[in-house]
């Protein structure tokens, strides 16, 4: 009968509790390994991270806004020469030019020159009287500057939109007038009659030159100037004149 043979055993037994305590130290150095590199490393090279973003994206926010700067301060300069006066100019929400109070109150863009004649005749007791008027009459349309005037500019996306009081009559004056007059027998011609057939004449050249369409050639022609001077730079303009208007100015008799 063989005996058993306990030194082999213990050694077995040895090996095997050597093998669970590297086993488990490798499992500990791995588990404090990633616990050090999620609570330190990552945390420190997101901040750092995060921070060159931030400093990039100050870079371009401020590039972006010198830029705007530059493009208002160009438009202003184009319209100060074209039009002769500054509106105000926001670019990307930033007021780049604020020249209110406006040095002038009203805005020309365009001006016209044209004869008018009108006639008046009455007839009582086959006694005719009769008078003709010719007349050369100076109109000027435009817009109101103490009315909201703003161009409102965007750089992303690229465009414009122009906030501008609608066109009206600046001015309207007869000049001069011609009178060609021819009494009846005993219906004589009045200082009443002459006075109204001043009025009717003024009256009609307003409504002529109205109806030849001056306010939509003022329209025009500041849209042309304004449209001169950004598409050079944007893609896009447009242009609002939901304000009310202010009341026509009456011709000087």
């Not at 050369?136 to 414009?160: M, N, Q, V, W, Y």
């Not at 500041?222 to 004149?241: G, M, N, P, S, W």
Request: hydrophobic share 40%; proline share 6%; aromatic share 8%.
């Amino acid at each position: 009968m063989s005996l058993p043979h306990p030194p082999q055993t213990e050694s077995r037994l040895g090996r095997f509790i050597l093998l669970i305590s590297i086993s488990f130290a490798l499992v500990v150095g791995t588990v404090t390994l990633f616990i050090w590199v999620v609570a330190v490393v990552l945390p420190q090279a997101t901040l750092h991270s995060a921070e060159q973003v931030g400093e990039k994206a100050y870079q371009i926010s401020q590039q972006s806004a010198i830029r705007a700067i530059k493009l208002g301060k160009d438009f202003a300069a184009d319209l100060q020469k074209n039009l002769g006066f500054l509106p105000k100019i926001v670019v990307d929400s930033q007021t780049v030019i604020d020249s209110s109070p406006q040095p002038i109150l009203q805005l020309a863009t365009v001006e016209q020159e044209f004869e008018s004649k009108y006639s008046y005749q009455h007839t009582f007791l086959r006694s005719t009287k009769t008078i003709l008027l010719s007349a050369h009459f100076t109109a000027k349309a435009g817009f109101d500057l103490t009315k909201r005037f703003e161009i409102d500019i965007s750089t992303h996306p690229p465009g414009a939109k122009i906030h501008a009081p609608p066109p009206m009559l600046i001015s309207f004056e007869m000049n001069n007038y011609h009178v060609l007059e021819e009494e009846g027998y005993w219906n004589k011609i009045t200082a009443e009659d002459r006075q109204n057939a001043v009025a009717a004449l003024q009256a009609q050249a307003k409504a002529d030159i109205l109806a030849r369409g001056i306010l939509h050639q003022a329209q025009l022609a500041l849209e042309r100037t304004i449209q001169d001077a950004l598409l050079r730079h944007l893609a896009k303009v447009e242009f609002d004149y939901t304000q009310t208007s202010s009341p026509q100015v009456e011709p000087k008799p």
